[in-house]
């Protein structure tokens, strides 16, 4: 919203729509296949990206690391999912999909093609190419804005001492 008015701006409404759409769809997909988003992201992951220690998967998805912990020994638990330690640095564990994994992260992805050409119905070609245009500049525009720019409003810096 513009500054003390709570008013909502177009850019406004346009960063909330876009945020709220993007949550509501992962998480309607989660629901749609019975299973948390996280515990989605996680095996999608490993699937992905083969054996992954559990440091780089909290840091790629954005979880804390009792999350992650927790949702690799409940995979483990049911047979999708093997560990170890990391035998360069055995302060780190990895983790990968066993075959059952493998099957069901297969499965999930078919599920999830088929869901998106459900949720794409009705929307153009064009209409698609018209949003990743506007993403791509909008990634663009995210690179080129420097941390110090006028635009960097920090009210709550750690590193400024109280007077």
């Known amino acids: 919203m513009a500054e003390g008015s709570g008013v909502e701006t177009p850019e406004d409404r346009f960063f909330r729509e876009?945020?709220?759409a993007y949550a509501e769809i992962r998480q309607a997909f989660a629901q749609h296949v019975g299973m948390s988003a996280?515990?989605?992201q996680v095996l999608m992951r490993l699937w992905w990206n083969g054996e992954t220690s559990h440091s780089d998967l909290r840091q790629a998805l954005s979880l804390d690391g009792a999350s992650v912990t927790r949702l690799i020994k409940e995979f483990e638990a049911e047979g999708m999912v093997s560990?170890?330690?990391d035998p360069a640095?055995?302060?780190?564990t990895l983790a990968r999909l066993?075959?059952?994994g493998e099957r069901a992260a297969a499965d999930l992805e078919r599920s999830h093609q088929a869901y998106q050409v459900r949720l794409l119905d009705g929307v153009t070609a064009q209409e698609q190419?018209?949003?990743l245009g506007a993403l791509q500049r909008l990634c663009t525009n995210v690179a080129r804005i420097e941390p110090d720019s006028p635009t960097a409003v920090r009210p709550y810096r750690s590193d400024?001492?109280?007077r």
Request: glycine share 10%.
């Open 18 to 20: 876009l945020g709220g």
């Open 38 to 40: 996280p515990r989605l």
């Open 83 to 85: 560990r170890r330690l």
């Open 89 to 92: 640095d055995n302060r780190y």
């Open 98 to 100: 066993t075959p059952a």
């Open 129 to 131: 190419e018209i949003v």
């Open 160 to 162: 400024r001492k109280s």
